[in-house]
T-cell receptor, first 115, second 118 residues
Framework: EAGVAQSPRYKIIEKRQSVAFWCNPI?????LYWYQQILGQGPKLLIQ????????DSQLPKDRFSAERLKGVDSTLKIQPAKLEDSAVYLC?????????????FGPGTRLTVL | AQTVTQSQPEMSVQEAETVTLSCTYD???????LFWYKQPPSRQMILVIR??????QNATENRFSVNFQKAAKSFSLKISDSQLGDAAMYFC???????????????FGTGTRLQVTL
C-alpha cells in the first residue's frame, strides 16, 4: 500500500515570497493533518481536515497560511508571504478515522528554508 | 492544556543493550492515549507503540515496551537488544477525546535523539 506522498521534498525561497506544498494521503483515509516541525522541536498541528471540512485550524497563522482539501483527497498548504521563522519541515499525515486511537501515518515532509 | 515533556535531549546505547527513554505529561483528563513515534534521519515518522490510559497492562511490541505510570503521569519507552537501525529521534505524544467529544490534537514532546554505538 502506498504511503503518504508529499512534494516538493525541499524548497528554498526568499522572505516575502509565496510557496505551496502538496500532499496525497493514503487511499481511503478521511482525515488529513498538516504539521509544522521547527528544528529541535516536535511537530505542531497546523490544520486537520475530515474529508474536505476543517476540524481544527486553531494553530494556523491565518494571515499568511492557508490550506485546502477541495475533493476530500489531496491537500495543498500555502504560505504567502513567507517569513524567516517559517523555516521548518512541513509534515502531512493521514488517518482512517478521527478518534484519538487512530494511527497517523506521516509523509516524508517538505523542508522549507526561508532566506 | 496538555503538555508533554521529554527531559533527555540525547541518549546513547551500545548495540544489544537496553535503553529507557523518559516522558512525562500533564493532563486533567482520565481517558487518553499515549504514543511513541520514531523519526529516523531523513525518513518519515512511524508509530512505535501505543498505550490506552484505561488499560493497566503495559503495551509491548517486540523489542519495544512501555512503563506506564498513570498516577505519576509517566510514560517511558524501553528498547531491548538495541540495533543500529534504532538510531533516530523518538517523540512521545498524547491525544485524548477532549471536552467537546472530538479528538484533541496530537501533542508531541521535544524528542530524544538516540544514538546506537557498536
Amino acid at each position: 500500500e502506498a504511503g503518504v506522498a508529499q512534494s516538493p521534498r525541499y524548497k528554498i525561497i526568499e522572505k516575502r515570497q509565496s510557496v505551496a506544498f502538496w500532499c496525497n494521503p493514503i487511499s481511503g483515509h478521511a482525515t488529513l493533518y498538516w504539521y509544522q516541525q521547527i528544528l529541535g522541536q516536535g511537530p505542531k498541528l497546523l490544520i486537520q481536515f475530515q474529508n474536505n471540512g476543517v476540524v481544527d485550524d486553531s494553530q494556523l497563522p491565518k494571515d499568511r497560511f492557508s490550506a485546502e482539501r477541495l475533493k476530500g483527497v489531496d491537500s495543498t498548504l500555502k504560505i504567502q508571504p513567507a517569513k524567516l521563522e517559517d523555516s521548518a519541515v512541513y509534515l502531512c499525515a493521514s488517518s482512517l478515522g478521527v478518534g484519538p486511537a487512530n494511527e497517523q501515518f506521516f509523509g516524508p515532509g517538505t523542508r522549507l528554508t526561508v532566506l | 492544556a496538555q503538555t508533554v515533556t521529554q527531559s533527555q535531549p540525547e541518549m546513547s546505547v551500545q548495540e544489544a543493550e537496553t535503553v529507557t527513554l523518559s516522558c512525562t505529561y500533564d493532563t486533567s483528563e482520565s481517558d487518553y492515549y499515549l504514543f511513541w513515534y520514531k523519526q529516523p534521519p531523513s525518513r518519515q515518522m512511524i508509530l512505535v507503540i501505543r498505550q490506552e490510559a484505561y488499560k493497566q497492562q503495559n503495551a509491548t511490541e517486540n523489542r519495544f515496551s512501555v512503563n506506564f505510570q498513570k498516577a505519576a503521569k509517566s510514560f517511558s519507552l524501553k528498547i531491548s537488544d538495541s540495533q543500529l537501525g534504532d538510531a533516530a529521534m523518538y517523540f512521545c505524544a498524547y491525544r485524548s477525546w477532549g471536552r467537546t467529544g472530538t479528538a484533541s490534537k496530537l501533542t508531541f514532546g521535544t524528542g530524544t535523539r538516540l544514538q546506537v554505538t557498536l
